[in-house]
């Protein structure tokens, strides 16, 4: 397998694609109304599939292609809104009140392009954010969290399973209540270094090994191990030489997008292929550039000026740091 | 020493301050006036010392606040404005051209600002745009590369050096010819995944002595090493356990400062002490939290839209990638 098809290979086990079927009993977070606090969005009532009206997906920065490429692969007539608030990542080491502030702020911005659904393409922001968030969005949010936990429990048949992420990630415990909720063992593991060494472009290289053994090589004996970030996918190789065979590897972002196109169950259309745009709060060329060590992106760019997101930073009225 | 005491020491060998001296030989580089294709700027003739202008300093996010924090100790009562271009941070993997570009633009804005002199506290930004950006810019530009080839040539006793940066500064050859014009055997390697430990808050952590091993256990004997990104000062103590105490560790944070100031060699002031702002392209906050791991800001925090400075991302014409 070569670096090209590697990046766009996902789906690690062939047992995996035998257990993400019947994921369409996982339902979306609804909304329950608007309550008090919440921000004033136009009420959506309808959630069923409208073709016409594109999906939000949302991630920190560039990882969140990988899913919204496995959701291309499954609805490819379906346009997508891609909003990588690149200007604040990484989420991973932001304190939770930080993250669930910036998750809102850009959901509210979909909402207000007409998506009819948001994917939350960031573990971070899932564990963080979810279901606090969804429930004041009037329209299905899905994390990336649920739908890994669900592929896990169905994969795993010693019952022990682990889940690596971001250190706000594992820290925030999400993965770990939903697993042991459900009666399996949980060996859970931050590995802060794994999105760096992917946005270096060195998911194959001896710093990739090096980090890899450090991370997992203390590991119990698991059967399963769930890529708690959407980064990790592109570092499968390294991840499966060192746990083995024997270790199944999930990947959040082929389960989420499974699961969206069951939940959202599209009529087969033979239409025009989608059309993705892409809202970037940072600089767009750098998006683009770190985007090449994920497989690319394709379609509109529109740079973001993220003080139109963020509610506690006026542009005009500079502030004293204490 | 505990972890805050070891983040505001950058002055790491007591050989490195008797070499620092005279380093007011180092002329900054300086505006042969405009030339064809050279940016408009407003002329500026004066290049002496103004102790009423600031000094602009520059970096693609906070490793330049080493920079900042060792100029601040030599110029108390001077005003710096620094600009962390963190919307388009890191540029240590990015094209050499897109770094001039950013450069460019960030100079053309400080400059704009009515800034006296301008340092570019990036190893990155030096190697990739000195000299060809200093001759069109009509105000004294000072990088941080020459300062840290002169301290390593006044400290080597062997003769042989070493120099590590990240990709793009090794890659771009500007120490090591520096230092080969000088007489000097080097060795140079990048260390791609350094500022992401500091980044991480994991200067001192088990990845930070694996990497470092990594890195540096192969190198050849030397006994001076340069430290050729602000952010490595903060791996200090990790570095120097792992070279051992017969290799000297140079600071380019350190000289660069005692450089500037001795070449502007300001009037003793007993004013008040200097006002301190930062222009930042990413998210503010984000910028604080990150600043921490490197030693916290202070003074002024204003955000800046990246696309004011982006001369080719016209905000209201989304365009198509190909």
């Given amino acids: 397998m070569n670096a090209d098809e590697r990046r766009y290979d996902y789906c690690f086990h062939p047992r995996l694609s035998a257990f993400i079927g019947g994921l369409n009993s996982l339902e979306p977070y609804r909304s329950r ?12 009532t309808q959630h069923e599939y409208d073709p016409g009206r594109p999906i939000g997906v949302f991630d920190s920065g560039v990882g969140g292609l990988t899913v919204l490429k496995a959701l291309r692969q499954r609805l490819p007539h379906q346009d997508f809104l891609y909003l990588g608030d690149t200007a604040r990542v990484p989420y991973g080491r932001k304190p939770r009140e930080m993250v669930q502030e910036f ?53 795993t048949r010693s019952g022990s399973v682990g889940v690596i992420g971001t250190k706000g990630t594992i820290a925030s415990g999400a993965y770990q209540k939903r697993l042991e909720a459900r ?82 169950m599209p009529a087969a259309a033979n239409g025009a292929p989608g059309r993705i745009t892409h809202y970037v709060t940072g600089d767009v060329l750098a998006y683009k550039h770190t985007a090449e060590a994920i497989g690319g992106v394709e379609g509109e760019l529109i740079p973001l000026d993220v003080t139109t997101l963020a509610r506690e930073q006026p542009e005009e009225t500079p502030y004293r740091i204490v």
Wanted: aromatic fraction near 4%.
């Fill in 33 to 44: 109304g608007s309550r008090p606090g919440a921000p004033i969005l136009e009420e959506v």
């Fill in 103 to 155: 998750a809102s702020e850009v959901v509210e911005f979909l909402i207000g392009k007409g998506v009819q659904a948001v994917v939350i393409a960031c573990n971070t922001a899932s564990a963080c954010a979810l279901p606090e968030l969804a429930e004041r969005t009037p329209a299905p949010v899905w994390g990336v969290i649920e739908p890994g936990v669900e592929a896990a429990c169905r994969m």
């Fill in 183 to 264: 009666g399996l063992k949980v060996w859970a593991q931050a590995c802060p270094m794994f999105v760096h060494l992917v946005e270096e472009g060195l998911a194959d290289s001896p710093e990739a090994e090096l980090m890899a053994r450090y991370y997992l090589g203390h590991r119990p004996q698991i059967d399963t191990l769930i890529l708690g970030c959407t980064h990790y996918p592109v570092l499968h190789e390294v991840i499966q030489r060192v746990t083995g065979g024997s270790v199944s590897l999930v990947s959040s972002a082929e389960v989420t997008a499974e699961m969206v196109k069951q939940a959202l």
